[in-house]
């Protein structure tokens, strides 16, 4: 018996692969800082693999998972006046409403679940007075944060962008009825 017909439709992830490499990095990074903090005294190694794993993590779910899983981009460019300027990107209304609930909601647990998991650390940090461990903590959750907040900026943007279009078609609508109306009397 197949296991995949035993599941309704719609239960299953629609990117199984984006999905494991969005939680296989945060994963990662977790690991081997715990791991590594308990059982190696070489802070170097634990800062050099834990940063890198972090970076990685944060330019995959940035630049790869945020587009596939959620339908959305950020970035941030400086303007030739040398203003910071955000930019949100996100997909049109209909394939905003086919993107996979299972791969959303990963998508958004684990990116809020890491950060609060690099939190946890970092009071664990300050509780031992180990201000050079808390610092890869620091990096880490600096850029776990900057997601967070992209992505989340990028989200309103987006249901703005829905609010808008949901808006310019009911006036259209209405429009077109009243004046429908008109021309029949």
């Not at 199984?16 to 791991?35: D, E, G, N, S």
Request: hydrophobic share 55%; proline share 1%; glycine share 4%.
């Amino acid at each position: 018996m197949d296991f995949n017909q035993l599941q309704p439709v719609g239960e299953n992830y629609a990117n199984p692969k984006t999905c494991f490499f969005h939680v296989l990095f945060k994963a990662a990074a977790l690991a081997f800082y715990i791991l590594f903090a308990l059982f190696i005294d070489n802070f170097v190694i634990i800062f050099v693999v834990t940063v890198l794993l972090a970076a990685l993590d944060f330019w995959v779910v940035k630049n790869v998972s945020g587009r596939i899983l959620v339908g959305l981009r950020w970035w941030n460019e400086i303007n030739d006046d040398g203003e910071s300027v955000w930019k949100f990107e996100s997909l049109d209304q209909e394939s905003l409403a086919r993107i996979n609930k299972k791969d959303s909601w990963l998508f958004w647990w684990t990116l809020y679940l890491s950060a609060i998991a690099w939190i946890i650390l970092a009071i664990f940090s300050l509780i031992r007075l180990q201000a050079d461990y808390l610092l890869v903590v620091g990096v880490c959750l600096t850029l776990s944060i900057a997601n967070i907040v992209g992505f989340t900026r990028c989200q309103k943007d987006a249901k703005k962008q829905i609010q808008q279009y949901a808006s310019q078609t009911i006036a259209s609508r209405f429009s077109s009825t009243l004046q429908s109306a008109f021309s029949v009397v």
